[in-house]
């Protein structure tokens, strides 16, 4: 089996996180729930993570950091915690879901919102950030890295633009935490939105928010946070601001052991071994008859993507090629809407939907070179 959905979900994780997660399952116990080992060891653990995760995005403290179930809790979170009626948002037809409905719906309760157009490769143009601000713009909320055509924004220039403006930038970092660079500092970050199951390594179920000292996020669920239990409000430091219940101390556990993976093998290495699959399988589909494929490989732009090739194959329903090459090539990819019905519109791939292939630094050149050889086969048929 070749696995390429790794915008999805990431498949093969270190062997760390497996045996992390089964010892916290037999051994650890709730965290700020209990002055005994078992609650303490989690509890060290659960800072320790904390820890590395603000290092990892260059946050003031670790207590900035609260963890949730993934980058979809965190930017609802974010986004019903953040932003009230009269209210005016920035985003961008890049978005996933996880950004598009939860702003769909506080725009039915009254906050205003403008969203920037895609051209035919899927790029956003700078300058309309400005051109759409209002008097009572609030924030701009978009994506590092497109999770269908793999092209990336440029955090610098958006921060600085909001910076200039007076305004939030609200960051949503699913497909590029743990491979890209992201400092919440030097590039004016206030809200960074992760989930820990993709370029993390980690479990499934987890995920965090990472906020800027200073900024509230009104809680999107109260209850238990293991201090100051007779408030009747939730308590107003971080993070027990943001966190209610029992954490997902087994998932975290295995975070942890993939960010101190990550942290050793360095981000950088993992990086340029993704774009260099990415580009050995762009290169070797691109000119396949019949095949096209989306998103910005601009010389410029192909040594900043993230390691995504999404691509149609003449007018075959996408599903129809996923589905080929699974059953008869085992190799896994991912095919229709991908969640991001307006990147779909940029693209004209509504009908069709696409297939992407999404690279690991654990796939091989012989693996990219079967997929390649996939594809150019179902071409001719």
């Given at each position: ?229 007779f408030l009747r409000t939730q308590p107003v ?145």
């Amino acid at each position: 089996m070749i696995y390429l959905d790794n915008a999805a979900t990431s498949l093969q994780k270190p062997e760390e996180v497996g045996k992390a997660v089964a010892d916290a399952i037999l051994h650890m116990g709730n965290p700020g729930r209990g002055i005994h080992g078992a609650s303490l060891d989690a509890a060290r653990m659960i800072y320790d993570t904390r820890s590395l995760i603000s290092r990892l995005f260059h946050a003031k403290s670790p207590s900035q950091v609260a963890f949730t179930a993934n980058s979809t809790e965190s930017l609802n979170l974010a986004v019903e915690g953040i932003f009230r009626p009269g209210d005016h948002v920035i985003t961008t037809m890049m978005e996933h879901n996880s950004v598009l409905r939860p702003l769909y719906r506080m725009e039915e309760k009254g906050v205003e919102l403008t969203i920037l157009p895609a051209d035919k490769r899927g790029c956003i143009n700078y300058e309309d950030f400005e051109s759409a601000y209002k008097s009572n713009t609030r924030a701009v909320v978009c994506t590092h890295a497109s999770n269908l055509t793999g092209n990336v924004n440029d955090l610098e220039k958006i921060g600085k633009i909001c910076k200039k403006l007076g305004i939030l930038f609200l960051l949503d970092a699913s497909q590029t935490a743990g491979v890209f660079d992201i400092d919440m500092e030097e590039m004016g970050i206030d809200v960074v939105c992760f989930t820990g199951h993709k370029g993390l390594l980690g479990p499934q179920g987890t995920g965090g928010i990472c906020v800027r000292e200073g900024l509230d996020i009104q809680p999107l669920i109260v209850g238990g946070s293991g201090v100051q239990s007779f408030l009747r409000t939730q308590p107003v430091q971080m993070p027990e601001r943001l966190e209610a219940g029992t954490l997902n101390c087994h998932g975290l556990a295995g975070l942890h052991a993939a960010l101190l993976y990550i942290g050793q093998t360095g981000m950088e290495f993992i990086r340029k071994r993704e774009r260099c699959l990415m580009r050995q399988f762009y290169e070797g589909v691109k000119d396949i008859p019949g095949v096209m494929v989306y998103g910005d490989f601009s010389l410029e732009s192909l040594e900043k993507r993230s390691p995504v090739v999404t691509l149609n194959i003449g007018d075959y329903d996408s599903g129809e090629i996923a589905d080929e090459l699974a059953v008869s090539y085992e190799i896994y990819a991912r095919a229709g809407a991908h969640c991001a019905p307006l990147m779909h519109q940029a693209l004209g791939t509504e009908r069709q939907g696409a297939v992407r292939f999404s690279m690991s630094h654990f796939n091989t050149e012989e693996e990219i070179d079967q997929a390649v050889k996939a594809v150019r086969e179902l071409s001719r048929h």
